[in-house]
């Protein structure tokens, strides 16, 4: 039994999946695919809708039993991303019996969601209690300030895909105090009741 992550690109690839893990409290396996690498055909509906129901028939055929997404906001409206994959996943369904699908907007990054936990961070990396972890509401670019603190820490951790990693280890979703504007309460919300229903039952 494993679940196919699909994340917004490969700073993600260590980190979002572990971060699914961390959700559902279990150690299941899991396969990253990165959303860029997803090519779809032009036909009906929108750009994510479409592939929403491309990785759905590929999470099926491969024989996956869940499928977890999660795309960036970027310069786009906060959650119009997010409306687009629920379309698709909607529209999947119509014709198709539901497989299970949980869906998520990083607001504006993936990254926000682990600079919200500063314990995370500083266990993870080794930094000092008065290292300074900037507060998210106030942070224009979480993925950058993420990298300037990874640079601040010991040399292992100068692979930011596997520092991510780490700071997900420790991630406790619960510490994290912006979870709601940030999109990661909708992610865990969609996790608890897509995913965790097939793979922890």
Known sequence: MSILVVGDGPRDAQALPILVNRILDADVATRFDDWHH???RKQKGTIYA???MYLTRRARA????ALAIVVDTDKSKPREKLRQ????????????PPFPTALGEANPHFGVWLLDDEKAIRDALQLT???????????????EMLSA???????EFADVSAALGAIAEQLNPQRCVHRKETGLATFIEDV??????????
């Open 38 to 40: 997803v090519r779809v």
């Open 50 to 52: 479409r592939k929403l």
């Open 62 to 65: 491969d024989e996956f039993a």
């Open 85 to 96: 994959l629920r379309d698709g996943r909607d529209a999947d369904r119509q014709n198709n």
């Open 129 to 143: 209690s008065d290292h300074n972890i900037p507060n998210v509401a106030k942070t224009k670019d979480p993925k």
């Open 149 to 155: 603190i990874i640079a601040d820490a010991p040399a």
């Open 192 to 201: 608890d009741g897509e995913v965790r229903p097939v793979v922890c039952s």
